[in-house]
């Protein structure tokens, strides 16, 4: 295998591994999260989430969760630029 070949291969790799170890972040965070959560929290986000509307339900969520992080950001943005 030439030299340049093996190099890549070190990058995909590498790659690789900081994307699977950003996952494991990820879910441990979304997992801390849920574990917050009362049980009636769960059972009504877990009976979305195992719906036949999975995927409407989360498109939904990150709808509701990217609107509400531009919104905050947005006046974060405001009040900073008015100090």
């Not at 790659?15 to 999260?33: G, P």
């Amino acid at each position: 295998m030439p030299l340049d070949q093996l190099i890549f291969e070190d990058v995909i790799v590498e790659a690789d591994e900081r994307n699977r170890a950003a996952q494991d972040e990820l879910r441990s965070h979304v997992q801390r999260w849920f574990d917050q959560l009362t049980p009636r929290q769960k059972d009504a986000l877990g009976a979305w989430v195992d719906s036949t509307a999975q995927y409407d339900t989360c498109a939904a969520l990150c709808a509701a969760a990217g609107d509400w992080n531009r919104i905050r950001t947005q006046e974060l943005g405001l009040l900073l630029r008015k100090q």
